[in-house]
């Protein structure tokens, strides 16, 4: 980024592993672009992520493609699901950068969705309910049993009922595998959900104080 204009400045943020924690703040604080630099996908211009001890910083290209698909979940507010692709297949891509056999790849898949309460395996995307492509994209993201799952307003594209059943999909899948869990969100009624939440403001702060 350009010298003096700072986009994302936080003094430091600690995730324990199987610790879930809420990130609030409203839409352009600078949430999403944290999330990429922590999962690598942009570098900061000081500073460091270290992940299940590895400093993603450290790495490009290959290695840290591998390193983000094996340590790494994602679950994007529209899913992100490759359409034209069955539920299973998508699932699927995510075992591409894991260290597991490619011929466990279908049954892996198919044994986390069938936990995460789906059965329509080999149905396309497109023919699924926005709740059942949910549980897609949280089978997605928990399949390579990653250290971190990295949730980006999950549930803003959701109406309550489905906001509900998809908050719990994704702290139940995230504990079952002991994954830390960092949701970003401006939903406020997240918080009861957590038992740790700070306030994306708050971190800046504690940044431009020195502290």
């Known amino acids: 980024m350009p010298s003096g204009e700072w986009v994302v400045d936080i003094a430091s943020l600690d ?3 199987g610790e879930q924690v809420l990130l609030k703040g409203g839409s352009g604080a600078g949430k999403s672009t944290l999330l990429q630099l922590i999962a ?3 570098h900061p211009s000081e500073g460091s ?3 299940a001890g590895t400093d993603i910083t450290t790495l490009s290209g290959a290695k840290a493609d591998l390193f983000r698909g094996q340590r790494i979940g994602f ?4 899913f992100n699901l490759l359409h034209g692709f069955s539920a299973i297949e998508n699932v699927m891509a995510a075992l591409m950068f894991s260290s597991r056999p490619p011929r466990q790849h279908r049954d892996l898949a198919a044994q986390t969705l ?3 309460g789906l059965d329509r395996h080999n149905a396309d995307i497109s023919q699924l309910s ?3 492509q949910q549980r897609v994209a949280v089978a997605r993201a ?3 049993e990653p250290a971190l799952v990295l949730a980006d307003e999950p549930t803003a594209s959701l109406d309550p009922e489905n906001a509900e059943t998809a908050m719990d ?4 899948a995230c504990s079952e595998r002991n994954a830390a869990l960092l949701c970003v969100s401006h939903d406020r009624s997240l918080d009861a959900r957590f038992a740790r939440s700070t306030d994306f403001a708050e971190l800046r702060s504690v940044a431009k104080e020195g502290v």
Not at 169 to 172: E, K, M
């Open 49 to 51: 992520f270290r992940i």
């Open 169 to 172: 999909l994704i702290q139940q």
């Open 40 to 42: 690598g996908l942009l």
């Open 75 to 78: 679950i994007f507010q529209t």
């Open 114 to 116: 069938t936990a995460l």
């Open 130 to 132: 926005v709740g059942q």
């Open 142 to 144: 928990v399949v390579c």
């Open 15 to 17: 995730l324990g592993a």
